[in-house]
């Protein structure tokens, strides 16, 4: 018999069994065999104590124990877990990381006490109905962006937020470091980054359109000890940290710490500081040999702390007016023999994408890197709707799908006046839940390109992690969903199960401490309509 679930994701099926549940209790143990490490320490250290379980070591056939193997004939990040009377429970994977997405789907078949930090209810008896639940996802990059320069994350956010991002089997952390705002990210070698670009001295409050600020100094960065526990954190969940440095736009602070990174024929660097407003800055790289060795050697910084196949360069929205004012941006354009400042960019970004494929690295970027070709093993996050995805795709690049129209989450989520800060596009909790990444005018060849996708998190009007929470919940478990399963084409999705699923994921949203927004609509107290930003019927002037 087919079973009905309340799992988010959806997993491909689930076979329900009319037989005696399954007991866990203080009695269970945990039996997992070499290469499962990962989810046998999670279990223990993160699910044990929210139950009270202490899963001691056990033999492999214990009766009503929880047992954990590997079978290379499943999809890598596939599991099959099996919930059998006088068993017990066995995940099997294609992978560590299939074992461990098994263990989240056992955690969410628990219950919402599951999410919590200790027991509420110590030796309560856990029943689960005997099932067996086969599942992998539908895309290998399944992401979230999260923007750190506006707004400061302190490390226990984003480490909470990799946990939530495990919870919704995402294994893509996209860490956005850099940027106008501010520099987020320790280079030893270059410590003004960070004394300087690392602060700001105020804020704008609300969006660009507010009049509001806060005059109090903002700021904060991740030494590279902090980096390496998040890495290190992430990797014991399966999840990739792709760093983003930008260049060479969104790129002021850097200039502000470092003023002969700038356009120094132009203007003078030297007035500059952090960025205090929203937008895009007309400050950019200065297009020298100095500016490169520099970024170079942030580079094999960051290359140091982070083993990802793929690193962000940033490389849209870059303003050329500096440019076109520089006499040294002109000799370099009639030297390299570039038509305009646009070929200028295009330079820029390839000479970054040949450096980073010389050390084993892959170049990503926003769709402007596509303008003026790129090196066959770049890959492109299409941000600007389906149309960058799409050329990319069709040119052989690999593709990473975000358009801003479906999944930025920055986005107002009603077309009222009650969101706290009304801009954007209105994307429902629907709206996310009926995205489809791959668009329908690529062939099945073009297609593969097609990596996965990611829902992006722009920080500019969420002041502390309940902004950012209130932005991203619940249509984060609808993208998670979307970005995992099988779903059928946008039309057809069944919304009103998927929103019977949502009635209990709340409850586990709940235990986890997730300020989401609810389905009613904002909560008094966050209700803020025409102070911080007038609504805007498209996006808002930044990405």
């Known amino acids: 018999m087919t079973s009905r679930t309340d799992l988010i994701p959806a997993p491909r099926t689930v076979e329900g069994h009319m037989s005696r549940a399954v007991l866990l209790g203080a009695d269970t143990t945990l039996w997992a065999a070499p290469g499962t490490g990962t989810t046998e320490r999670w279990l223990r250290c993160t699910l044990g104590p929210a139950l009270g379980l202490p899963l001691p070591p056990g033999p492999e056939d214990a009766r009503d124990g929880v047992r954990l193997r590997l079978d290379d004939t499943l999809e890598p990040e596939a599991y099959r877990l099996r919930v059998v009377t006088d068993r017990g429970v066995d995940i099997t994977g294609g992978s560590a990381a299939g074992v461990f997405w098994g263990a989240q789907t056992l955690r969410q078949l628990l219950g919402p006490d599951a999410f919590r930090k200790a027991p509420v209810r110590p030796g309560f ?234 050390r084993g690295r892959r170049l990503i970027g926003w769709d402007e890197i596509l303008e003026g070709g790129l090196a066959a093993g770049a890959a492109v996050s299409s941000w600007r709707g389906y149309a960058g995805g799409i050329a990319a795709a069709r040119a052989g690049h690999d593709v990473v799908m975000c358009p801003e129209q479906q999944v930025y989450l920055d986005h107002r989520q009603d077309a009222g006046p009650d969101e706290p800060v009304p801009i954007g596009y209105v994307r429902t909790l629907e709206d996310v839940y009926r995205f489809e990444p791959v668009p329908p005018e690529l062939t099945a060849e073009e297609a593969r390109h097609v990596l996965g996708t990611q829902a992006n998190v722009w920080t500019e009007v969420m002041e502390d992690h309940a902004r950012v929470d209130y932005q991203a919940f619940p249509r984060l478990a609808a993208f998670a969903e979307v970005a995992w399963s099988a779903l059928p084409a946008p039309a057809e999705r069944d919304f009103a199960d998927f ?38 019927d498209g996006p808002p002037p930044n990405r």
């Open 125 to 358: 008896t856990l029943a689960i109905q005997p099932q067996i639940i086969e599942d992998a996802p539908r895309f290998g990059w399944r992401g979230l962006m999260l923007d750190v320069a506006r707004h400061f994350m302190p490390k226990e956010g984003v480490l909470r937020y990799l946990d939530l991002m495990a919870a919704h089997k995402l294994n893509v952390f996209h860490f956005h470091l850099t940027d106008d705002q501010g520099w987020r990210v320790e280079i030893k070698r270059y410590p003004r980054l960070t004394e300087i670009g690392s602060w700001r001295s105020r804020t704008k409050f609300g969006h660009r359109a507010s009049p509001l600020w806060e005059e109090k100094p903002h700021g904060g960065y991740y030494t590279q000890d902090d980096i390496r526990e998040i890495v290190a954190y992430a990797a014991e969940r399966h999840i990739t940290v792709v760093p983003e440095i930008d260049v060479p736009g969104h790129s002021q602070a850097a200039i502000a710490a470092y003023p002969e990174l700038g356009n120094t024929d132009a203007i003078d660097t030297t007035s500059l500081t952090v960025w205090d407003n929203w937008g895009i800055s007309p400050n950019v790289l200065a297009p020298t040999d100095n500016t490169l060795r520099f970024y170079e050697g942030v580079f094999e910084e960051v290359l140091e702390l982070f083993p990802s196949e793929f690193v962000h360069v940033g490389g849209d929205e870059c303003r050329k007016d500096q440019w076109r004012q520089s006499a040294a941006a002109q000799r370099r354009i009639e030297r390299l023999g570039l038509k305009d400042e646009d070929g200028l960019q295009a330079w820029f970004i390839a000479h970054f994408d040949a450096w980073l494929s010389a």
């Open 499 to 536: 929103e019977r699923r949502m009635a209990v994921h709340y409850r586990r949203l709940d235990a986890l401490g997730v300020a989401y927004r609810p389905p009613t609509g904002p909560r008094p107290w966050q209700k803020r309509p025409g102070v911080l930003g007038r609504p805007i």
